[in-house]
């Protein structure tokens, strides 16, 4: 199976990784923090970035295989010789990751599935709420529910319109990941070109309206999800604000 680029055995050089942590780690200069720390504080947190990038929680190693990872790891860092030479024993390697992703993501599907089912009934329950037969871009068809939370006074936007919007997106589990609000700029984007649920959800309010969409993984971002912050077969909510449509006449 391929693995997702998160989970390929990186050879990437340690320069590489610090200047993304720098890059990743840079604060505004009016929130510069004041502190000051310890060399330790400082590489156990770099030794953490290091380890967050290439999606090993996901992976789920026990403490045998955690030992290994970390003494291959200190090997490198002395300068010693590869165990094995990659290039024999690179496909076993891939095959082991191989099979750790795909028992992941079988067990990340399974929850998702179980929280959807638990979720949209509940939704379909609640007053307000409207929904339409949508379908994605590999032809599968699913439901959107949506509800109008305000009643705009201007057009319904096309799918071929871009749209300038102000949104939030959660889990069903209320975590935020990802939200224009908060980071205080609204976004514009062609509204065929996103998630199929946004395609078709919002062709239903008017310029100036609010709207909520409960979208389904398969009208969201699918098996695979959008690591590492949406995770596989996600049920996704979005608050939506259209505050314009740029016509493609318009552009």
Not at 66 to 83: D, I, N, R, S
Request: aromatic share 8%; glycine share 10%.
């Amino acid at each position: 199976m391929k693995l997702t680029p998160a989970l390929k055995l990186s050879l990437c050089l340690l320069g590489s990784t610090a200047l993304s942590f720098a890059q990743d780690a840079e604060p505004a200069a009016e929130t510069a923090p004041a502190e000051t720390y310890t060399e330790a504080q400082v590489l156990e947190t770099f030794g953490w970035y290091v380890g967050s990038q290439v999606g090993a929680t996901e992976l789920e190693f026990d403490a045998a295989q955690k030992a290994a990872l970390l003494k291959g790891f200190t090997q490198a860092l002395e300068g010693q010789p590869v165990p094995v030479a990659l290039e024999k024993i690179g496909p076993q390697v891939q095959a082991f990751l191989g099979a750790k992703q795909q028992a992941y993501q079988e067990k990340a599907a399974a929850k998702g599935k179980a929280e959807a089912a638990e979720f949209f009934a509940g939704i379909k329950a609640k007053d307000g709420v409207q929904s339409i037969e949508a379908t994605n871009r590999e032809g599968e068809k699913d439901t959107l529910y949506y509800e109008i939370i305000k009643e705009g006074d201007g057009p319904m936007p096309k799918a071929t319109d871009t749209v300038k919007v102000h949104y939030t997106g959660k889990l069903v589990d209320g975590t935020t990941f990802d939200s224009s609000v908060d980071r205080g700029e609204p976004i514009e984007f062609p509204l065929n070109e996103v998630i199929p649920g946004w395609t078709e959800g919002l062709q239903h309010v008017k310029q100036g309206g609010k709207i909520k969409l409960y979208v389904s993984s398969v009208l969201g971002y699918g098996e695979r999800g959008s690591p590492p912050v949406i995770p596989p077969n996600s049920t996704l909510v979005f608050d939506v604000e259209l505050l314009d449509i740029i016509t493609p006449e318009a552009e």
